[in-house]
Every structure is written in structure tokens, then in C-alpha cells.
């Protein structure tokens, strides 16, 4: 039964600083992995999607990977700045059917 | 800009009195979920549709239905709200294929935040 772990499940760093969230998983057999923001009361925005056959995604100063070999994926964020505060969860996608596999996520706070 | 939208974005409920949830999209989306996650938790998925087909996960309780009348809407009905279903709600959607999963993104409405009296 593939799960998923984030570690660490909180993180405050000053303004400014690069970072990196930390996702792993324990079967290796994914379809893709997806990195989720959520912000306080609201809804999930997908940040960036990793598939099965690729090492990196980037977005701007966001940047994730994936080594599946490991079980492992990180969420790179360059340069942090007080508006990137809230939670990211990572989650895998098995080929099997539609139900992501989900983190519980790592609340991030940057401070000004 | 098209989107998922939830209403409403806070519904207050009685004990066992039945609840709608909706959800519209404008993506024209063929997989549709509903994902229920409580405080500081990950999301729980509910169920999904694929067009119109249905598929209920084995651990939704029967308490909870689903109805999608078209591509563009569907609906969470709590048939007798317990305190234990005071959470958020949240609608989904993404391109799918018949044959499964794609490497398409999930596009998340706001969320519809339940309350249980």
C-alpha cells in the first residue's frame, strides 16, 4: 500500500532564504506526483506535476524533483518571499485508478 | 478565466438535516471529484465521475450521494448530516481518459466550508 510522508510538517524561514520541502514515497511504481499550495480555508492549487518518466519540473522560482529509484521528491522554492506562507502537500498519482495518494503536507511560514 | 466554482463557500446545517453541496466548471473537464478534508488534514476522496460514470470510494459512507447531471455540474448531497461530517468540501476536476489516469493537472474549486449543529 503505497504512502506518502512529508517531513518536516512545519517550517518558518526569514524572507529571502531558498528552501526545500521534502516528499517520499514507498512504492516507486507512481503515474505522476503533483505539488499542491493551499492557503488558510481555501482550496488546493497544483503548483507543478512530475510525471513517472521525468526528473524535474519548474514554474518560475519554483522548482520540484523526482526520483522515483529513491521514493523521493523535493519542492525547491528560490528567493522566499511572505506571500509563498501556506501549506504544500505533495501527492502520487497511481496507474492503477484516480485516487491520489496524498501527504499531510508541510505548513510553511516566511517571515518579513 | 475558467474555473471550478463551489457554493456556497460556507453552509451551515442542522443534525440530520439534508445538505447539498454544488459545483460547476468551465473547463469542460471530464472527470469530476469531491474530496472532503478536515482540519490539518490531506484530502479524503469521495467518489469521481468519469463522464457519467460513477465510481464511489469503498469507505464513503452511504450517507453521502453524488449527482452529475452534465459535464459542467455535480452535487454532494449528505442525506442526514452527523457532527463528524463538519468539514470542508472540495470539488475537482481534470482531463481523463476511459483507460485511466492522465498526466493532467487538478483543478480545485474553493471549497465549501460545512458546519453541523
Known amino acids: 500500500k503505497q504512502e506518502v510522508t512529508q517531513i518536516p510538517a512545519a517550517l518558518s524561514v526569514p524572507e529571502g532564504e531558498n528552501l526545500v520541502l521534502n516528499c517520499s514515497f514507498t512504492?516507486?511504481?507512481?503515474?505522476?506526483l503533483q505539488w499542491f499550495r493551499q492557503d488558510p480555508g481555501k482550496g488546493l492549487t497544483s503548483l507543478l506535476l512530475?510525471?513517472?518518466s521525468q526528473r524535474e519540473q519548474t514554474s518560475g522560482r519554483l522548482n520540484a524533483s523526482l526520483d522515483k529509484s529513491s521514493g523521493r521528491s523535493t519542492l525547491y522554492i528560490a528567493a522566499s518571499q511572505p506571500g509563498d506562507s501556506a501549506t504544500y502537500l505533495c501527492?502520487?498519482?497511481?496507474?492503477?485508478?484516480?485516487?491520489?495518494?496524498w501527504g499531510a503536507g508541510t505548513k510553511l511560514i516566511i517571515k518579513p | 478565466d475558467a474555473m471550478v466554482i463551489q457554493n456556497p463557500r460556507y453552509q451551515v446545517t442542522q443534525f440530520g438535516k439534508p445538505v447539498t453541496l454544488s459545483c460547476s466548471q468551465t473547463?469542460?473537464?471530464?472527470?469530476m471529484y469531491w474530496y472532503q478534508q478536515k482540519s490539518s488534514q490531506a484530502p479524503k476522496l469521495l467518489f469521481h465521475?468519469?463522464?457519467?460514470?460513477?465510481?464511489n470510494e469503498a469507505d464513503t459512507p452511504d450517507n453521502f450521494q453524488s449527482r452529475r447531471p452534465n459535464t459542467s455540474f455535480c452535487f454532494l448531497d449528505i442525506r442526514s448530516p452527523g457532527l463528524g461530517d463538519a468539514a470542508m468540501y472540495l470539488c475537482?476536476?481534470?482531463?481523463?481518459?476511459?483507460?485511466?489516469?492522465?498526466?493532467?493537472?487538478?483543478?480545485f474549486g474553493s471549497g465549501t466550508q460545512l458546519s453541523v449543529l
Open positions: 465521475y468519469y463522464d457519467k460514470d460513477f465510481n
Open positions: 473547463l469542460n473537464h471530464n472527470v
Open positions: 475537482a476536476t481534470s482531463r481523463g481518459s476511459r483507460r485511466g489516469p492522465t498526466n493532467e493537472k487538478l483543478f
Open positions: 501527492a502520487v498519482l497511481m496507474d492503477s485508478n484516480y485516487q491520489l495518494i
Open positions: 512504492d516507486s511504481a507512481i503515474y505522476n
Open positions: 512530475i510525471q513517472s
